[in-house]
């Protein structure tokens, strides 16, 4: 019997990896209305897709999506009532390089007002891509509530979210002699699965936040080492760590056994 509930746990675990495509940044918990990173623009010159992706290679890039009780769009003079921002699970995203898809946190994409999510690209750019910078856009669909619920068609970056999105794909023989650059460099704890102590190759982390499944931070440390012990204390199933390595935020999904 404890050999059926040891398995019937795993499955579980599984089921949960699975179902959590990403993880939303706590830092935009919030922000108005939007996709973060906003995208790249005049007035907000350090946003947009800031990882390059690699012919080849796998890719991803997460985005935090915000949706509060209230929104502006044009044509309307003040904040109007918003009840859930919907983007289609397939083809809602034009401009990506061929292999790279996406997926979200919920897994349905329909993200209800007071709550945020996210939504992350994904996959490898095949040898049918050309290289050079591609420009993303997603089109989603806002319910809006003018005193009965009407649907609001939109492009995210677009006329009420001004800038763009520009994903930069790299040759295999440039990201290549490029993998040494630091905006080309994925730094992973490892092993994954782990037991609980987990290695990675920097030297240069500054702080480690482990959280849950449901984003809640379970462990801080301010001044980080390359090495972590999450052996003592904590139950098996999936976390993600979230590091500053240098200018960098980055995030990565673990499993204890």
Request: hydrophobic share 35%; net charge neutral; with cysteine.
């Amino acid at each position: 019997m404890k050999h059926f509930y040891l398995i019937a746990l795993n499955f579980f675990v599984i089921l949960s990896i699975q179902s959590q495509n990403c993880l939303p940044d706590s830092i935009y918990r919030d922000s108005s209305a939007g996709v973060y990173p906003k995208p790249v623009s005049p007035t907000n010159p350090n946003g947009g897709i800031t990882k390059k992706a690699c012919i080849n290679k796998p890719y991803e890039f997460v985005f935090t999506v915000v949706v509060p009780d209230t929104v502006l769009v044009p044509a309307f003079p003040s904040p109007i009532a918003l009840e859930k921002v919907a983007i289609d699970t397939i083809n809602a995203i034009t401009g990506l390089p061929k292999g790279i898809s996406y997926a979200c946190n919920p897994p349905n994409c329909v993200f209800n007002k007071n709550t945020s999510g996210c939504l992350v690209l994904k996959g490898t750019a095949t040898t049918d891509n050309t290289a050079g910078d591609f420009k993303p856009i997603i089109k989603m669909t806002l319910t809006i509530n003018l005193g009965i619920p009407f649907p609001y068609v939109t492009e995210y970056p677009g006329p009420a979210f001004p800038g763009e999105y520009i994903l930069t794909l790299v040759s295999e023989q440039d990201c290549a002699s490029a993998s040494k650059q630091e905006d080309l460099v994925i730094n992973y704890w490892f092993p994954n699965p782990t037991n609980g102590k987990l290695t990675n190759k920097s030297n240069s982390i500054e702080q480690i936040k482990v959280m849950d499944a449901q984003g809640r931070i379970i462990h801080f440390t301010k001044d980080a080492e390359n090495k972590i012990d999450l052996s003592n204390g904590y139950n098996s199933g999936m976390f993600y760590i979230q590091w500053i390595d240098g200018t960098k935020l980055l995030t990565q999904q673990i499993v204890i056994q």
